[in-house]
């Protein structure tokens, strides 16, 4: 199943002109700015924009011309927009419901994805009491109710505590995984793009201003806005405790050693996420001394300059991206294809853990 | 807090002294412009606004006012209220209620009142006389009992013996003798009985049907100053104009009968 | 620690509620008491109770029912001529009844507009009849809840019906199980104003529906015909009246207020 849109919107002083397509079970991430037009995205493709001028095609069937209620799409909106008025396990069967179901069968559905997604709260609750993490989790129980052949999820973090996020952000990877469709995640936040999405479509000022895997757009951001985007180094993988206090994240291309997470119990973690600034990577002429954990070496693949500063790809294990001042640089006289040596702390790893499940939200 | 108690101490004794303290307040009458205030029986309104215009014409320094309604209803408000100078009632009874107080002088009947029957122009029930009034599903209009023409048509509707089936044919108790008219008026009654004096003012908007001068009513209609008035002497001049030859007349014009002394 | 009002606000208060008490104070104090039971069945008290509560429950009955589309429409569409049909639909609020009335004659009354086709058709006359009397309190006391209603949607937020589109609702759907519910306390605070004026109700009424107790004397129109015959009579009508309202203001009490 294959989602294609050619959209073009006027909302207030701006117009949302934007083509795009999100393949069978792959997850396409509309990032940018607040004000870009992703909304307005969200909103067309739903049917819920009657000036809008689209296309919007589900494997060829054209479905621009249907109203809201008959497309098959299943959305969880941002703050999740729950029905004030009903019960939680109301507002998942709501779709099911709608369609013509029958309560008791509306009711069991609706009870086994909230089993599934939001375990521990209580069905018979009202929106008003739950947290911002648990009413995304209604919020996505409730899109994927109606068995929709789309699934979108517009900001899905942005309305939740820090804290809580990490644990949605694993529940919303599982979900997205398991769906059997395309999936149009849009959001302003460049770790929920970058961790979540297949492809990365960027949107500024209502126009796409690029299209990419995450690989393609770190590498080749075309942008102010996409470098700064991936101007974070990702690391994701296996944590393994080291030593006390300590641990070691096995990524893909290489081992990163990061303190001790907070309340985490000592053992093997799966699924951990950790990001390093830029600019808390040192570069080294020679093999440095002191107290830095992590040392690798590595060859420039690459430097931008732009104006007083200099960003630095390394080709090393793990991959980094590091930003020095032009001035270093130059004194350093690296460039491409020189050998250097990176070094940062293991405290300046912010890292990413999913405290697991139930009622710690 | 304390204010506020003292506010509303005050406020109570305020209301207290206002409500224990009489209520009328003599004024003196004034040199100029006098303005009469008469009451009438409704019946009574379009010949007595001609002779209110005629009146002030003679005597420019006397403005009436009228207050046109039931007899009944404006007798009730003179005993409570008091404020009229001239009282014109379509029923001795109304006024006899008025005899000790505020009290009457110069009562004088000025003018008599017949009942007929009217109907919409194109008289949808086909009423052609008073037995008419029996035919069942034909929608008959009155006047409330307690209002004098009200209570007149049921008088003369039972001195004809057909009291208990005309009234089954009731569909309305209207308030006072205009709003009868308007309900035959506009189309929606098929008959009623009012005043011989509503139907030459009501024109080509209503038919009549005779009721036999047998078991009609002579409504005798008394006029008088009213006791307490602060402007008697003007009060009686009005009133001595009404039962003069110009009131008279026109009364006469308005479908009104002499008064029978 | 309680808030400390200007005394002049004070002061207002208590004359706005000396206002409106005294005339139910003065009622209750020149009531017959001794000959309550002859007085009552002597103004027909039960048969114009009965009339009164069947009329005002029918005309609010029918308020909800056209009142409430009417008020969506105001409310959500855009079509050349709304603020006329608004400025119409409060129109019976600011004229006095009595004109409504009149209104309502020509336009229904055996002669009227309309009236004359559903007489010589259908054989329907509404002037006299106690549907009359239902047709002339409906007209004054729908705007009621008509206003209310519209407030309300106005004020609801369109993301939950939006969201419920989405959703898989038919615009039907949506309105019953997402609009309606959450504009439900400002449009049963509109039905209950509604109710209160519609059991008021008089001008329009004596004038359209006439007077005949048992078919179209609703209390308001027995207390101004008691009012010659009876005194007496016409102030305990008047006080079964104020006791009626009261207890059901009371028993809905903060619902009304929560005209949000």
């Known amino acids: 199943m294959v989602l294609e849109a050619e959209i073009e919107v006027r909302r207030g002083d701006m117009t949302v002109v934007a083509a795009f397509a999100a393949g069978d079970r792959e997850t396409l991430a509309v990032l940018g700015p607040n004000g870009s037009g992703k909304t307005t995205i969200v909103e067309t493709i739903a049917g819920l924009v009657p000036t809008a001028d689209a296309r919007i095609l589900l494997d060829g069937e054209p479905i621009h011309d249907l109203p809201p209620e008959r497309r098959p799409i299943g959305i969880a909106f941002q703050d999740g927009v729950l029905f004030p008025h009903l019960s939680v396990l109301e507002n998942v069967a709501f779709p099911l419901r709608a369609r013509g179901a029958r309560p008791r069968a509306a009711r069991t559905q609706g009870l086994e994805l909230l089993d599934r997604l939001a375990p521990g709260i209580d069905p018979g609750a009202k929106p008003g009491t739950l947290s911002g993490g648990e009413r995304q989790r209604v919020a996505l129980a409730r899109a994927l109710a109606g068995t929709p052949r789309v699934l979108i999820l517009d900001e899905p973090l942005s309305a939740v505590d820090v804290s809580a996020r990490a644990d949605l952000r694993a529940l919303l990877r599982r979900t997205l995984r398991d769906f059997d469709g395309p999936r149009l995640l849009v959001t302003h936040d460049p770790i929920e793009a970058m961790t979540l999405a297949d492809r990365l479509v960027i949107l500024e000022d209502g126009r796409i201003s690029q299209t990419g895997t995450p690989q393609d757009i770190r590498e080749a951001p075309r942008t102010r806005y996409a470098a700064d985007l991936v101007g974070m180094n990702l690391f994701a993988g296996r944590l393994t405790p080291l030593e006390a206090g300590a641990g070691e994240l096995q990524t893909a291309d290489g081992v990163v050693t990061v303190p001790w997470p907070e309340g985490i119990p000592v053992g093997l973690v799966d699924d951990v996420l950790a990001t390093l600034g830029p600019a808390d990577v040192a570069l080294h002429t020679a093999r440095p001394e002191g107290s830095a954990r992590n040392v690798v070496q590595g060859v420039v693949e690459e430097i931008a300059v732009v104006g007083d500063r200099a960003r630095v790809r390394l080709a090393s294990s793990p991959q980094l991206v590091a930003e020095i001042t032009s001035g270093s640089a130059a004194r350093m006289a690296i460039r491409t294809g020189t050998v250097v040596w990176a070094s940062f702390k293991a405290v300046e790893i912010h890292l990413m853990v999913e405290r697991g499940a139930t009622d710690t939200l | 807090m304390l204010a506020v108690r003292r506010v509303v101490v005050l406020f109570a004794v305020a209301v207290v002294s206002v409500g224990c303290s009489s209520s009328s307040s003599s004024t003196s009458p004034a040199a100029a412009a006098t303005p009469l205030t008469v009451f009438a029986a409704s019946s009574l309104t379009k010949a007595f606004t001609q002779i209110g215009q005629d009146f002030h014409t003679a005597n420019p320094d006397v403005t009436v006012t009228f207050n046109f309604g039931s007899s009944t209803d404006l007798a009730s408000q003179i005993q409570s209220e008091g404020t009229a100078d001239v009282f014109a009632s379509a029923s001795g009874t109304a006024m006899d209620t008025l005899q000790s107080a505020p009290g009457v002088t110069d009562r004088t009947n000025f003018a008599t009142n017949q009942l007929v029957i009217i109907t919409p122009p194109d008289n949808p029930a086909g009423i052609t006389s008073m037995n008419d009034l029996t035919r069942s599903g034909v929608k008959l209009v009155l006047a409330a009992e307690g209002v004098p023409v009200g209570d007149y048509a049921r008088q003369a509707l039972k001195s004809a013996g057909i009291l208990a089936p005309a009234t089954a044919n009731v569909v309305s108790n209207e308030d006072d003798d205009a709003s009868v008219v308007a309900k035959v008026t506009s189309g929606d009654a098929d008959a009623a009985i009012v005043y011989t004096s509503d139907v030459p003012s009501a024109g080509d908007t209503v038919r009549s049907v005779a009721i036999p001068s047998a078991v009609n009513v002579v409504a005798t209609y008394p006029i008088k100053v009213v006791g307490g008035s602060v402007y008697p002497d003007q009060a009686k001049a009005f009133l001595d104009y009404v039962v003069g030859p110009s009131g008279q007349a026109t009364l006469a014009a308005f479908g009104f009968g002499p008064p029978s002394g | ?260």
């Open chain 3, 1 to 260: 620690m309680r808030a400390r009002l200007p005394v002049a606000i004070v002061a207002l208060a208590c004359i706005g509620a000396a206002f409106v008490l005294l005339p139910v104070v003065a009622l209750f104090v020149r009531a017959p008491w001794s000959r309550l039971g002859e007085a009552l069945s002597g103004v027909g008290a039960s048969t114009a109770l009965r009339l009164s509560i069947e009329v005002s429950l029918a005309a609010t009955a029918i308020s909800v029912l056209i009142g409430v589309p009417l008020a969506w429409v105001l409310a959500r569409s855009e079509f050349p001529g709304r603020n006329l049909l608004r400025a119409a639909v409060v129109l019976p609020i600011l004229l006095p009844p009595v004109v409504g009335g009149v209104g309502l004659l020509v336009a229904l009354g055996r002669s009227g507009l309309v009236g004359r086709w559903l007489h010589d058709v259908l054989g329907l006359q509404l002037t006299f009849t106690t549907a009359g009397a239902v047709v002339a309190t409906t007209f004054v006391s729908m705007p009621l809840v008509v206003l209310a209603t519209e407030a309300g949607l106005r004020g609801l937020d369109r993301r939950y019906e939006r969201a419920a589109a989405a959703m898989g609702g038919s615009p039907w759907y949506v309105f019953r199980r997402v609009t309606l519910p959450m504009v439900a306390p400002q449009l049963a605070a509109g039905a209950v104003l509604t109710w209160a004026r519609a059991l008021g109700e008089f001008g329009a009424t004596i004038t359209f529906a006439g007077n005949l107790a048992g078919r179209t004397q609703t209390m308001p129109l027995a207390v101004y015909e008691a009012r010659q015959v009876d005194p007496g009579g016409a102030i305990v009508l008047s006080l079964i009246l104020v006791v009626i309202s009261v207890a059901v203001l009371v028993a809905l009490g903060g619902r009304l207020a929560g005209l949000r």
